[in-house]
């Protein structure tokens, strides 16, 4: 598959098969990540895997709890969804990796958001689906969350990503055409 492909056809997956990520699988995934550029080489990218099912559940409840307790203004229908004690915030995919990075350093979070397209992209090229949980990274930023993933003290979750084999491919959505304003 060529990259272009690979990026027409990646997709938020929010509906995965229960079927365990092999170690190696995640590990290429991760491998993938660390292939990102980073400023001044700094690579601060830290991997946190998460694959137990009931911590996935705690991180999903505290972070349903964040979020509606925080006053972030969001559209009622996912005001109610994030209420339902059913709704799992991972869409119960096999793998949560967390990837954080040093709080004191300047471009952390891009270095970070970078590795994290590497990783989300080299999940589609091998089959997989991968989706960034925003409401997780709320959260896992929090005393709280990021003592569920024993996160060491000076760092700060930037992106996490549940990863798996989908369920079902969502359809591609519509892109807009891109704005350009040219000089020169």
């Given at each position: 598959?060529?990259?272009l492909?690979?990026?027409?056809?990646?997709?938020?997956?929010?509906?995965?098969?229960?079927?365990?990520?092999?170690?190696?699988?995640?590990?290429t995934?991760?491998?993938a990540?660390?292939?990102?550029?980073?400023?001044?080489?700094?690579?601060?990218?830290?991997?946190?895997?998460?694959?137990?099912?009931?911590?996935l559940d705690?991180?999903?409840d505290?972070?349903?709890?964040?979020?509606?307790?925080?006053?972030?203004?969001?559209?009622?229908?996912?005001?109610?969804?994030?209420?339902?004690?059913?709704?799992?915030?991972?869409?119960?995919?096999?793998a949560?990796?967390?990837?954080?990075?040093?709080?004191?350093?300047?471009?952390?979070?891009?270095?970070?958001?970078?590795?994290a397209?590497?990783?989300?992209?080299?999940?589609?090229?091998?089959?997989?689906?991968?989706?960034?949980?925003?409401?997780?990274?709320?959260?896992?930023?929090?005393?709280?969350?990021?003592?569920?993933?024993?996160?060491?003290?000076?760092?700060?979750?930037?992106?996490?990503?549940?990863?798996?084999?989908?369920?079902a491919m969502?359809?591609?959505?519509?892109?807009?055409?891109?704005?350009?304003?040219?000089?020169?």
């Amino acid at each position: 598959m060529s990259i272009l492909d690979t990026l027409r056809d990646r997709r938020s997956v929010r509906e995965y098969k229960r079927e365990t990520l092999p170690r190696p699988s995640i590990e290429t995934l991760v491998r993938a990540a660390t292939l990102a550029p980073s400023a001044m080489d700094e690579q601060p990218w830290h991997f946190t895997i998460v694959q137990n099912q009931a911590l996935l559940d705690s991180i999903s409840d505290g972070a349903k709890a964040h979020v509606l307790s925080s006053g972030l203004t969001m559209p009622e229908p996912m005001r109610a969804m994030l209420q339902d004690h059913a709704y799992q915030i991972f869409y119960h995919a096999p793998a949560l990796i967390v990837i954080s990075a040093p709080e004191n350093l300047p471009f952390a979070v891009e270095d970070c958001a970078l590795a994290a397209e590497n990783l989300m992209l080299a999940a589609a090229a091998e089959g997989l689906g991968s989706c960034w949980i925003g409401f997780a990274q709320l959260f896992l930023r929090t005393e709280a969350g990021s003592s569920l993933l024993g996160l060491p003290h000076g760092l700060r979750c930037v992106a996490p990503i549940i990863v798996g084999r989908p369920a079902a491919m969502p359809p591609p959505v519509a892109r807009r055409a891109a704005t350009i304003h040219w000089i020169g």
